[in-house]
């Protein structure tokens, strides 16, 4: 069973900088789709950024690129979301997503494409 756990959520003022962590475990195929996700109160839950594991490419979604980083340590098994240049409109649950034994869809951010998530991890930011 797939397991993803994040972490390092915290609350940050603006400008300010925060990395993410989410934990895998449960599954060891070398080509899958990890994506970061995020919900902020009242809003529906938003792509931020994916990573292919297998070829390393990476997907970011247009209010983030620039600021955010998403990486990979295989040896950890953990997928990272380095994020500089924090913004209020960043404040938000966000969450870890795994497409196992899969390709990045083509629709890159779509919730229906990943099988599983993490329980998220809150970042506010304050001015």
């Known amino acids: 069973q797939v397991q993803l756990v994040e972490s390092g959520g915290d609350s940050v003022q603006a400008g300010g900088s925060l990395r993410l962590s989410c934990a895998t475990s449960?599954?060891?195929?070398?080509?899958?789709?990890m994506g970061w996700f995020r919900q902020a109160p009242g809003k529906e839950r938003e792509g931020v950024a994916a990573i292919s594991t297998d070829s390393g490419s990476t997907y970011y979604a247009d209010s983030v690129k620039g600021r955010f980083s998403i990486s990979q340590d295989n040896a950890k098994n953990t997928v990272y979301l380095e994020m500089k240049g924090l913004k209020l409109e960043d404040t938000a649950t966000y969450y870890c997503a795994a497409r196992p034994n899969a390709r990045c869809p083509l629709l890159i951010f779509s919730t229906t494409a990943y099988a599983s998530w993490g329980q998220g991890t809150r970042v506010t930011v304050s001015s």
């Open positions: 449960g599954y060891r195929y070398i080509r899958n789709c």
